[in-house]
């Protein structure tokens, strides 16, 4: 570990945010670096659809399903899932500490004609602010984060009462070490090495006992798997690679 990585503050771990800012320019190259996120996307936008207009009773198939409705993607890169929730009608905060990637987002967000609130901010800053929304968005991020309890701590802060938060991760298993940094890293060089290092990655539990303590109870829980004979991901009842859980604050809303 370097000086660097040591003289992190809060939940911003410095060196995966240099990581990341130094390939954003590839956020929306469906053939890019990040083309293992595009594959991964629709399975992340049916779940977090599903879930939302059940939980808010909406009508899944209108145009402005989430028109109504604030959402936070925290750690959310180059935007690949705020400008989905956008069209949808939410009114959405896309939250990155790393300002090249929020740039990226915001010359793309532009492009794409949709408003969004691209700031770059930390999760605990956002939380200190006051700041409270219908959804968290917390997708493929907390196993980048210096400290995972806090930065669980301050975005479960953030959920309102009746709200939902998704978080999508990857498992600390030797299942999820030969096929997310092996197989995906070095075999199939899918990722850049190094894009995953095996003791950041969290275990269900290392999220459900946070976010229990942030007043959030799990509500569902589910693998999401490849295959390679039709080159796609879907979800499956296997949690030791890839996975999604889905927490929510108090009863459901009204």
């Given amino acids: 570990m370097t000086d660097k990585a040591r003289e992190n503050s809060g939940t911003i771990d410095t060196e995966e945010v240099a990581r990341f800012s130094a390939m954003a320019e590839e956020w929306w190259d469906p053939a890019g670096k990040f083309k293992p996120l595009h594959k991964f996307n629709p ?34 890169g180059g935007g690949l899932l705020c400008e989905p929730m956008a069209r949808l009608g939410a009114e959405v905060v896309g939250a990155d500490p790393s300002q090249t990637n929020i740039e990226i987002a915001k010359l793309h967000m532009r492009s794409s004609g949709l408003d969004i609130d691209y700031r770059t901010e930390t999760a605990e800053a956002l939380a200190a602010a006051g700041e409270s929304f ?13 400290d995972v309890p806090l930065f669980l701590e301050a975005t479960g802060s953030m959920v309102r009462p009746g ?79 890839n996975y999604m859980l889905l927490a929510e604050n108090g009863e459901a809303a009204k």
């Fill in 43 to 76: 399975v992340r936008l049916a779940y977090i659809k599903q879930e939302v207009c059940r939980r808010f009773d909406r009508d899944p198939k209108a145009s402005d399903a989430f028109k109504g409705l604030r959402f936070l993607d925290i750690g959310c």
């Fill in 134 to 146: 219908d959804v968290v968005l917390n997708m493929e991020v907390v196993e980048h984060v210096a």
């Fill in 163 to 241: 709200g939902l938060m998704f978080v999508a991760t990857i498992n600390r298993t030797l299942k999820a070490y030969a096929l997310a940094i092996v197989g995906a890293e070095f075999v199939l060089r899918w990722l850049p090495k190094g894009t995953h290092s095996y003791e950041k990655l969290v275990k269900p539990e290392e999220i459900e006992t946070p976010l229990g303590q942030a007043g959030l109870t799990i509500i569902d829980r589910s693998g999401v798997s490849y295959n390679p004979l039709t080159d796609s991901w879907a979800r499956s009842r296997d949690m030791d690679v």
